[in-house]
């Protein structure tokens, strides 16, 4: 059964708006989530964390929001550019046991010049 | 070399080859891990290595077997495997299990 779940597999955005792109998580355990983003051809590349903790951590164009009641978090990405277009993966981490990473099926972002 | 460098990047086997994946990461991490993605499925935890020590093994058929001679390298060899085992393998390091995990490029296998 799938933990993390990236409900749309793909969004279309014009640039110089606004991305977002969710994630829903069935797991109450989870005590850190992650954005990664991913090119063709390439691996995984860290983009952005939040600590269960928060409900808001920023770093320049990106935003990650935590709704723990809800069990949902978003990336938003303000403006969007061209080159973030990729596939955005969401994750989170299990604090008991062995601290793994369980991964969304990804979002495929494409922006709009 | 920086961060995590995967080979070879594409690999094509038959059902009876043997073969083997190479990761190196560069970053002096600790932990090192082993994923397998396939179309439209989340990224599959496959091993996990803390210290050179298997902390995890997911339930992986035996004919993927692991080795990580130290923190820096971890190998998976193949053997005797299925088409369904196509896919896009990943390797990942981090500073301690549970950290933010740097991925390598990964290696595209086609099992025929």
């Known amino acids: 059964d799938q933990q993390v779940k990236q409900n749309s597999p793909s969004l279309s955005v014009q640039e110089g708006r606004i991305s977002i792109l969710n994630c829903d998580y069935t797991n109450s355990m989870f005590d850190y989530f992650l954005w990664y983003k991913k090119y063709p051809a390439e691996g995984p590349t860290f983009l952005i964390s939040i600590s269960s903790i928060k409900d808001k951590n920023e770093d320049g164009r990106f935003t990650v929001f935590l709704n723990k009641s809800a069990k949902h978090l978003s990336l938003h990405i303000v403006p969007s550019q061209p080159g973030d277009s990729a596939v955005y993966f969401c994750?989170?981490?299990?604090?008991?046991?062995?601290?793994?990473?369980?991964f969304g099926t990804g979002t495929r972002l494409t922006v709009i010049p | 070399e920086t961060g995590v460098t995967q080979t070879p990047r594409h690999l094509v086997m038959g059902m009876t080859n043997k073969k083997s994946l190479k990761c190196e990461q560069h970053l002096g991490h600790n932990a090192m891990y082993w994923y397998k993605q396939s179309a439209k499925k989340p990224l599959e935890l496959m091993f996990v290595y803390n210290f050179k020590e298997q902390t995890e093994n997911n339930s992986v058929p035996s004919r993927f077997s692991p080795e990580c001679p130290n923190s820096s390298h971890l190998f998976l060899h193949l053997h005797t495997l299925q088409p369904e085992d196509s896919a896009l393998y990943l390797c990942?390091?981090?500073?301690?299990?549970?950290?933010?995990?740097?991925f390598g490029p990964g290696t595209r296998l086609t099992v025929l």
């Open positions: 990942a390091s981090s500073q301690d299990q549970g950290n933010e995990q740097f």
């Open positions: 994750a989170a981490r299990d604090q008991t046991g062995a601290n793994n990473l369980f």
